[in-house]
């Protein structure tokens, strides 16, 4: 099956001359359709510049991206905003909620932009809200939510339009254990029912024993982690 996104030999850096900070350096790695995949580092090792490239947000100093066999190097700037409307699904750890719009309202906000059909929006807001666990809140504002429902009303968000891939910048980064694991198993059911595929950034070792894929960036480099497996006796 051909991978979802595929990273080739890919080199970014921030400034110029002797500011100049090399944080990618000849990054190449695949992403395999309905794979929940971290990316783990310390600060400033790479893991947001490299999902905002997945992202279609920044364009690689060298090298290349492919995101479903195309190669978005060659996008325009008009394709690349259409992708990302269209196919790709954002989180943030901000949350990037409207704040005077409710729960239903962010939700068909996001549908509205991917240019889904107003018919299937009614069902795709009951569908997703339900799979975050936000009904009784769904009439809210985000001011009324706690951080958690925040974040779910997020992820509800991303995953409503069914994108192909979803893009998580610390998403669990604000919430505590319990709800944490809470989110990650929103990412496998959504990934194990192949409804998306997902990449996301952590600093939770904790998260890594349950995610499929895990990818370590230090020094400009990729090295992937086999997921351990446990077999029963």
Same mark, same amino acid.
């Given at each position: 099956?051909?991978?979802?996104?595929?990273?080739?030999?890919?080199?970014?850096?921030?400034?110029?001359?002797?500011?100049? @900070?090399?944080?990618?350096?000849?990054?190449?790695? *695949?992403?395999?359709?309905?794979?929940?995949?971290?990316?783990?580092?310390?600060?400033? *090792?790479?893991?947001?510049?490299?999902?905002?490239?997945?992202?279609?947000?920044?364009?690689?100093?060298? !090298?290349?991206?492919?995101?479903?066999?195309?190669?978005?190097?060659? @996008?325009?700037?008009?394709?690349? #905003?259409?992708?990302?409307?269209? $196919?790709? !699904?954002?989180? @943030?750890? *901000?949350?990037? =909620?409207?704040?005077?719009?409710?729960?239903?309202?962010?939700? #068909?906000? !996001?549908?509205?932009? $991917?240019?889904?059909?107003? =018919? &299937?929006?009614?069902?795709?807001?009951?569908?997703?809200?339900?799979?975050?666990?936000?009904?009784?809140?769904?009439?809210?504002?985000? @001011?009324? =939510? $706690?951080?958690?429902?925040?974040?779910?009303?997020? +992820?509800?968000?991303?995953?409503?339009?069914?994108?192909?891939?979803?893009?998580?910048?610390?998403?669990?980064? &604000?919430?505590?254990?319990?709800?944490?694991?809470?989110? +990650?198993?929103?990412?496998? &059911?959504?990934?194990?029912?192949?409804?998306?595929?997902?990449?996301?950034?952590?600093?939770?070792? $904790?998260?890594? #024993?349950?995610?499929?894929?895990?990818?370590?960036? &230090? *020094? !400009?480099?990729?090295?992937?982690?086999?997921?351990?497996?446990?077999?029963?006796?």
């Amino acid at each position: 099956m051909e991978p979802i996104v595929k990273v080739r030999n890919v080199y970014h850096s921030f400034g110029k001359g002797q500011q100049k @900070f090399e944080v990618l350096k000849g990054i190449t790695l *695949s992403i395999e359709p309905n794979s929940l995949v971290a990316l783990k580092g310390r600060s400033g *090792s790479g893991k947001t510049t490299l999902l905002n490239l997945m992202g279609a947000l920044d364009e690689p100093e060298s !090298g290349e991206i492919h995101f479903a066999g195309k190669l978005l190097n060659d @996008f325009s700037k008009k394709e690349k #905003e259409k992708l990302r409307r269209t $196919s790709i !699904g954002f989180i @943030f750890q *901000s949350f990037g =909620l409207i704040p005077l719009m409710t729960v239903e309202e962010n939700i #068909e906000f !996001g549908l509205r932009i $991917s240019e889904i059909p107003s =018919l &299937e929006w009614k069902k795709r807001i009951k569908d997703t809200i339900e799979l975050v666990g936000l009904t009784k809140r769904a009439n809210h504002l985000p @001011f009324q =939510l $706690s951080g958690g429902e925040q974040q779910r009303c997020a +992820i509800a968000r991303a995953i409503a339009p069914g994108p192909a891939l979803i893009l998580a910048d610390e998403p669990t980064a &604000e919430l505590d254990s319990s709800m944490a694991f809470q989110v +990650i198993e929103i990412f496998q &059911e959504l990934t194990r029912n192949k409804q998306t595929t997902i990449v996301m950034t952590t600093h939770d070792n $904790s998260l890594l #024993e349950v995610i499929d894929d895990v990818y370590t960036l &230090e *020094s !400009g480099g990729i090295t992937y982690e086999q997921k351990k497996i446990f077999l029963e006796k």
